[in-house]
């Protein structure tokens, strides 16, 4: 003991005088660094043709009126900043669907009444540890977990005039609503080989599931966190050249390469089911004015239901969505950029009656529905400001189920219950200042 005391005496010493040191490794301020704000707005008319909502009374389905609507699709307002050099931040608010009525053909909710609904639709920092190290980055707050490239690209970049509602159901299955964010971080790199045309990014989330008990404040008394992964290998031309979790389809003629992705998820028991997972391929192809972009995510949910007889069902209910588009840029005169584009939506789970039930039972979707997209895109301003007129079709299958089936988008609408989805033409600006 005599000789402890004055040993750790020395030592509180040597580390007082050394805490008296000078430090000046601290993160530098960015040059110039300044808030940042913006606004993107989607304004969109549409003529809506072919909608039905199911009478229950009657046990039919009732065609309404074809109907004109305007509406603002996708409207944002935010600011993003780099204070610190490596050290970005982003906030972003929405006010989506000011004007839609949930009687038109397109796929949505609304946002009308005398005071509209605003909500948080980004809220995320992004550091680099090691500066100029593209490798290593880390993401933390409210974003989209990195899985499925249409979930995962921006409605300003795609070139459909809505995007692909394939990122619907691999949204809800992750984290339970359609906008598909949660709270969560991710690690994140990419590492890129100019002298041999090769590149790889990599994406590892760890992110808070739904959260639908006790007023929406907690997943429930089962509890497990979703842990997503994907990665991309890039040949030829890289999609990035700085790490973002923000994606791009068309490059306007600057891009020739082939970008392959692979991803998945796991989660596992919650008040829901007894296990979620996911597993999804996707690819992006440009080649001077070709943009070439598809998916397919296989999606499966384990769970149990109980029987008729008073038995017990364990099953395990599989399901799978995905689109293939294709646009090609046209120059016209030396003035004017026109792109026409095509895309085809999938979405099929269960036909009989036993699938569908077991659908139901862990909140995933049945049947089957597909979307087609056809149109013209006017590039402005690249994707900055351009005008869409495009036609969009919709086919639905209920399988076993009767009429009133909702398991699936084809079939139901927010505020309304079950439908038979009618298709629409239209014309739509989109713009971000």
């Known amino acids: ?39 993107m707005v989607q304004f969109w008319s549409s003529y809506s043709v072919g909608q039905e909502i199911f009478n229950p009374d009657s046990g039919q389905y009732e065609a309404v009126d074809n109907r004109f609507n305007f509406m603002l699709r996708r409207a944002r307002l935010g600011f993003r900043a780099e204070p610190w050099e490596g050290f970005r931040f982003l906030f972003m608010g929405a006010y989506d669907l000011l004007g839609r009525d949930v009687l038109a053909s397109h796929v949505g909710g609304a946002n009308n009444g005398s005071l509209p609904e605003f909500g948080i639709w980004d809220a995320f920092i992004q550091w680099q540890p090691i500066k100029g190290r593209q490798g290593l980055n880390i993401v933390g707050g409210y974003f989209r977990p990195q899985l499925s490239r249409e979930s995962i690209t921006s409605g300003w970049a795609t070139n459909s005039m809505e995007k692909s509602m394939s990122q619907n159901y691999i949204r809800t299955h992750l984290v339970g609503t359609g906008p598909g964010r949660a709270v969560g971080l991710n690690l994140g790199g990419l590492f890129l080989n100019a002298e041999e045309n090769l590149g790889l990014n990599y994406n590892l989330g760890l992110f808070n599931p739904m959260a639908p008990a006790f007023g929406g404040n907690s997943t429930g008394r089962a509890f497990s ?95 799978g969505t995905g689109h293939a588009r294709i646009g090609y840029n046209l120059v016209l ?101």
């Open 225 to 319: 966190p979703l842990l997503v992964g994907r990665a991309v290998l890039y040949l030829g031309d890289p999609e990035q050249t700085e790490y973002k979790i923000g994606y791009d389809i068309n490059y306007f003629g600057q891009r020739k390469g082939l970008s392959l992705g692979l991803g998945g998820s796991w989660q596992g028991r919650t008040d829901l089911f007894a296990a979620s997972y996911a597993a999804g391929a996707d690819l992006l192809f440009n080649w001077g004015p070709l943009n070439l972009d598809g998916e397919w995510n296989f999606m499966w949910r384990d769970g149990s239901r109980a029987l008729a007889d008073g038995g017990e069902r364990s099953f395990s209910y599989a399901s």
């Open 1 to 39: 003991m005599n000789r402890i005391i004055p040993l750790a005496a020395a030592l509180f010493l040597s580390l007082s005088l050394a805490g008296q040191a000078g430090f000046d490794n601290w993160l530098r301020k960015k040059e110039g660094a300044a808030i940042e704000p913006f606004m």
């Open 333 to 433: 005169g030396g003035k004017y950029f026109l792109e026409p584009t095509f895309m085809f939506m999938q979405f099929s789970g269960a036909s009989d009656l036993a699938g569908q039930a077991d659908a139901k039972a862990v909140g995933a979707s049945s049947g089957s529905e597909r979307t087609y997209d056809a149109g013209f895109n006017w590039h402005l301003s690249k994707r900055n400001l351009k005008i869409l007129l495009h036609y969009t079709w919709h086919e639905g299958d209920s399988g076993q189920a009767g009429p009133g089936f909702t398991g699936n988008m084809y079939f139901s609408q927010n505020g309304l219950g079950a439908i038979r989805r009618g298709d629409w033409l239209g014309l739509g600006l989109h713009a971000i200042f």
